[in-house]
């Protein structure tokens, strides 16, 4: 096994034993203590500054492919300015062979040649498995993780990633994304785990401990420490644009974002990213409230605080809240960011130690900083190797993780209608598919896959179908013919559709948007696009009926088709073995069991979510009226709900309340049902939601199969951010409610 500097070892093999650490570490380690204590200021500084690889790669400024490590640049990087840490992917993605090489090479400068030998820290965005890595397991987007309601699969997502993107010798993942998809014409809604505060937490749970392992012991081959991104409210922009202001109040903040980073420090996550825009014209980034206060003080927090990309320099030339970029590093640093995702030229570097030097930034907050940082390192085992384990990467993609990722994507779909039975298709019918997404892998994975945009196109294996083929492949390609009518955003050729939809005994029309990621996927308006709607308008008057697979990252507005349309499909981003998967529910080799972690809006200008307050469902001018509610989706099966029992009907400070109920599957095939448990405050001293999600479980019925469901509630459940801004609890009358029953219950 390759070895680090000998210095290095002789410390680290007498720390093995530190190795592992628990979340609820408080100090550093003798090994941390001792290193600190030798490095010079440059050093420290070095370890707080993480570049992009492109920087240290031939051609830089202009990207090459295949991407290669100029030598000089990464000895000016690691020896010269001493960096701590390296992201990204560079060009695009990497087979793990040369995810290898590019490792060696960085930790090898790194540990043999400079002063203390100390390993890079390289991190990754994997938030669909490996999406950096050529041939990786691709799960789908955390939108489609969120529909499955099943956080097993989230914490099998989790285990998977971890594995594989260890595999190329990266240990830090920036993932999950913990923001709360509360605006749907948010570009990163979905790498959201949706709308739902509590939904998210449960995902988040799992999630981390997917990735770090359920002791946090992330020096493993099978672990990497995770990201929880974007401390604080970045998902909520007023106008809908990434990177915007959002105003939220301190109210609606704890209720609604906070949770699922509240649920990530419990379960030990090891470093947060900062939302890089700002809160009620306050940057996050420069917020000692929202980092030190909140996150420190009150999550209890202890690990790496890491910045958004570039976005220490923004707080000068963005925000404006900076009068100079050394100004903005002195806010940041003091705001308590410890890593600044810098991430292409070294002037954080430069302007910290001036700052240092000058007084302005304490040499106290730079070894607060970089202790963590080494900490990270050292519980990442990276002191002991910092290589790739090249004889663990055998799992890599392996048919184990991929029937994961396909278990992931069948849980995920959502059948949101299917007027008459249409679906399943029987076998023999004539199919034409159309449509945009029908024959294009990079609309099934989204951004975040192969290169940042996720849509070159040419460059995604072709071991996995996409949903054309893998139709062709299970009805028979002499009967599936296909002719896409349209692209996202222009007509192609409408009537050729028109005239196949004429021969075909039922259409397939896929819809919905081309990959993107962040500010470039803004858009201005929600409904789908024009010649998409044109498309299936000109088919439903063929009379064929016409099937709708939305393949989409956010709920773009169908409601002008969706009376057109017989069945509908939510696949949202499916991943790599989306294609499959849509055509195994089609066909009904799999009985769809997803349910939406969003509303679906029925109109742009009517976003009102499910845990809204009374006033906004009063009347027939105010409803909560989507095209699908929260928590909906469809089945090849029935389900129905009996015997909603309380095991009490006053529940006094300390108890709990049992809640059982029993549910039945009515239909004929066997069927997966989520049981949502909901709960109303009927009368707070802060206006309450109508109703919000408390508990839900999945489970899998025979045909005529009944099962008890018991859910547990505690006091902490019944409460909300009271007047002073603090959780309370009231006493007064709650309803519980699952399907469609209800009962009351009073707590005094
Ligand atoms: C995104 C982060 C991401 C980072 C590194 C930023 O632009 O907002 O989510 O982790 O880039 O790629």
């Known amino acids: 096994m390759k070895r680090p500097h000998a210095l290095l070892l002789m410390v680290s093999l ?182 739902d505060p509590y939904l998210a937490s449960v995902m988040a749970r799992a999630y981390v401990r997917g990735l770090q392992g359920e002791d946090n012991c992330v020096n493993g081959a099978d672990r990497v420490a995770a990201c929880a991104k974007h401390y604080l409210g970045y998902s909520f922009p007023l106008t809908g644009k990434d990177r915007t202001p959002a105003w939220i109040p301190e109210r609606m903040l704890r209720e609604y974002f906070l949770p699922p980073f509240q649920a990530a420090v419990e379960a030990g996550v090891k470093t947060v990213m900062v939302n890089s825009s700002e809160i009620n014209g306050i940057p996050i980034h420069a917020s000692p409230y929202h980092l030190r206060d909140l996150l420190r003080g009150e999550l209890g927090f202890s690990g790496v605080i890491v910045s958004d990309w570039a976005d220490i320099k923004n707080l000068h030339e963005r925000e404006r809240v900076a009068a100079s970029p050394k100004e903005a590093v002195r806010l940041a640093v003091m705001a308590g960011v410890d890593m600044s995702m810098v991430p292409l030229d070294y002037s954080f570097y430069d302007l910290l130690l001036e700052l240092v030097r000058e007084g302005a930034v304490p040499e106290s907050r730079i070894d607060e900083a970089v202790g963590r940082i080494l900490q990270l390192k050292e519980e990442l085992g990276l002191f002991q190797d910092p290589y790739p ?66 849509d070159r196109e040419e460059l995604y294996p072709k071991d996995t179908p996409t949903i054309l083929e893998a139709i062709q492949a299970a009805a028979g390609r002499e009967i599936v013919s296909f002719a896409p009518g349209v692209e996202v955003n222009r007509e192609v050729d409408i009537k050729a559709a028109v005239a196949a939809a004429r021969k075909a005994d039922v259409v397939i029309a896929c819809l919905g948007e081309d990959p993107y990621c962040e500010t470039p996927g803004n858009i201005s308006e929600l409904t789908l696009p024009e010649p998409q709607l044109r498309l299936v308008a000109a088919l439903a008057e063929t009379k064929v009926p016409v099937v709708l697979v939305l393949v989409e990252g956010r709920p773009r507005i169908i409601t002008s088709i969706a009376d057109k349309a017989k069945a509908i499909l939510m696949a949202y981003l499916p991943g790599a073995q989306g294609g499959q998967a849509v055509a195994d529910i089609l066909f009904g080799k799999v009985n769809p069991s997803g349910k939406l972690p969003i509303t679906y809006p029925r109109a742009c200008n009517d976003l009102t979510l499910y845990d809204h307050k009374y006033s906004e469902n009063a009347n027939s001018f105010n409803r909560y009226n989507p095209l699908f509610p929260f928590g909906f989706g469809l089945s090849y099966t029935s389900f129905a709900y009996r015997d909603l029992v309380l095991d009490k009907d006053r529940m006094r400070r300390g108890d709990s309340l049992s809640v059982s109920v029993t549910i039945q599957n009515t239909g004929k095939r066997a069927g997966k049902e989520v049981v949502q448990l909901y709960l109303s405050d009927l009368y707070a001293s802060v206006t309450p939601s109508v109703r919000r999600l408390k508990r839900f479980a999945k489970v899998e019925l025979g045909p005529g199969e ?20 603090r959780p309370v609890v009231e006493p007064g009358e709650f309803a519980v409610r699952v399907g469609d029953l209800e009962k009351v219950f009073v707590f005094e």
């Not at 779909?413 to 399943?424: Q, R």
């Open 706 to 725: 009944e099962r008890t469901v018991r859910f547990t509630l505690r006091e902490a459940d019944l409460s909300f951010i009271g007047p002073d801004n």
């Open 14 to 195: 007498a720390m093995v034993t530190q190795a592992c650490f628990g979340a609820s570490r408080t100090g550093l380690s003798p090994l941390v203590t001792e290193l600190l204590g030798r490095m010079s200021l440059e050093e420290k500084v070095g370890q707080m500054t993480q570049i992009s690889l492109e920087l240290v790669c031939k051609g830089y400024p202009l990207t090459r492919e295949p991407l290669e490590i100029d030598p000089e640049s990464l000895r000016r990087a690691l020896l010269e300015y001493h960096v701590g840490s390296i992201l990204n992917v560079g060009s695009s993605a990497h087979t793990v062979q040369r995810w290898q090489e590019l490792i060696t090479t960085i930790q090898d400068v790194a540990t043999k040649e400079t002063r203390l030998g100390i390993p890079v820290l390289y991190g990754i965005d994997a938030v669909h498995g490996a999406g950096y890595t050529l041939g990786a397991t691709l799960f789908p987007q955390h939108v489609g993780m969120a529909a499955t309601w099943n956080p097993d699969l989230v914490h099998k997502e989790g285990q998977v990633t971890a594995y594989e993107v260890r595999a190329c010798g990266i240990p830090w993942n920036f993932s999950p994304v913990l923001d709360i998809g509360r605006q749907p014409l948010w570009p990163r809604l979905w790498e959201t785990f949706g709308e």
């Open 389 to 454: 384990p090249v004889e663990n990467a055998k799992r890599f993609a392996c048919a184990a993780h991929r029937q994961s990722a396909l278990q992931a994507a069948w849980e995920s779909i959502t059948l949101l209608k299917n007027s008459g039975n249409l679906l399943p298709l029987s076998p023999g019918v004539k199919i034409l598919v159309t449509g945009p997404t029908a024959h294009k892998r990079s609309s099934l994975n989204g951004g975040w896959t192969i290169t940042w945009q996720g």
